[in-house]
C-alpha cells in the first residue's frame, strides 16, 4: 500500500489529535462504588472456568461496517497476576501462568456473531508488559497475524488505531503505519463493532479510561459514532458513554469496587509457577511423527521448548499432543487447503521458511482475546484450549491457529505430509 493510500484511509478514519477528556478524570459515576458487588460473580465464570468479563461500547445499526478508528491511550494495568517471566524487559519474552488483560477492538463479521471477527488491540501482561497484536477469528477459531513487543508502548502513550477494509482486503493500523493485513473475505461485511476492556483477571485494576473520537467506515464513507447503541458491562468492571464519540471502561478496584473481593478469583490468587518449571520441556502426550529432515530429537525439542515462544503468549500451555515433521512447502500447502475451504488465503506471515518444519499441536488454557456473543445470541462465546503452531528451519515459531477440538477439526483431521 502506498504512503498516499494510507494517508487517505488515516483521513476517514480520524488522525491523532489532543481530547479534553484524555487523560482527565472518568465521568461522574465511572469510577462510582454506587453499583460494587461483593465480588466479581458467577457470570465472570463461564462454565466454571476462568474470570472473563468485559466492559465494552458497541453499534450494530449503521452496518455495514467496512473499517473502525479509536483514539486511546496504552495504559498501566495494576494487578495482573505475575507470571515467571516478570523479571524480563519488553521484548524479552512472555510471561508464563500469569493473567492478561485486554484493550481490544473488533469487528465482527456476517456470519455467527462472535465467530468471525477482524481484531486489533493492546495486550496487559506482568502488571505492566504491554504489546500490541492484530489477527482475525474464523468458524470461532483465532489466527494471530503479529504482535509487537517493545519497550515503547505505553504507558499513556496515544495512538489511533484502525482496522478497514479495501476490497477483500483487511487492513490493521496504528496511527498511519499498516502493521498486517488479511485477504480474501469475499463479500463478507462487518454487522457491528465493538470496543473496550476485555479482562482474564479479577486482579486487575484500572481506572475508566477513555476510547475517543469513535469512528467507522460505511460504503467507504467515514462516519463519527453517535447514538450511544450499546454496552455490555459485566460484574466487576464499569463503562460508559461520556459523549456520543467516546466510551470509558474501567476493572476492579478502578472503578470504585473493594480491592478484597478480588479473593474469590482463583486466577489473581495463584501463585505463579517457578522460572525453572514453567521454561521446562512440555511432556509429549501424544504422537511424534518424523518426517522432513527432523530427527525425533529435533522433533521433540521444537514442539516442547521453541514452541513455547508462542504459546506462552496467549496462555499456559500443558502437553504437546501431536508433533509432526515436513518440509515448509508441504506445511504452507496444509495451511493452504485448511483456509481455502473456506475462502480464504494464506497469509505471508503464516508462511514458514523454505526447510524441515515441525508442526505442533499443544494443548493449554488460552486466554484468547474475544468479542462476546451478541445481546440475546445463543451462540457461546468461542473456548481455546488447543494451539497449532510450527517451527521451522531458523528456530522461528510462528502460532497459526488456536481454538479447541471442534473448531479445529478441519485441520486436526488431517496432517501435512512428510
Known sequence: MTRTRRLRIAALLGTIGVFASVGAAPPAGA???????????????????SFHCYAIGWDNTHGPYDGIGVTRNDINISGIAAGSNCAGVPGSGWSISGGVAYQSQWITLAGAQGQDWEELGTGHRCDYENFWYWGYGLNGAWYPLGTENQSYIGPNAQHRFSIYRTGNTWHYEIDNTVMGATADWGTTTGTSIQFGLESWDAGASTTGQPYSDISYLSSGTSHAISGRQGTTIDPWMCGQWSSDTEWWAGEGAGCGYKSSSVATSADAQAAPAPAAAAQAALPLSGTA????GLTSSQLVTSCGTNARTATDQWGQATSVLRAYGSSAKSVTDWKTRYLGKTGKTLDSSQVDAAGPVAVCVIAGDYKIPTPPPAQGSTTPTPTFDLAVVTVDSHGTVKPFAYGNATTLAGLLGTAPAQ
Open 31 to 49: 469510577a462510582s462504588g454506587a453499583k460494587a458487588p461483593s465480588a466479581p460473580n458467577s457470570s465472570c465464570y463461564p462454565s466454571g472456568g
Open 289 to 292: 511423527r518424523i518426517g522432513g
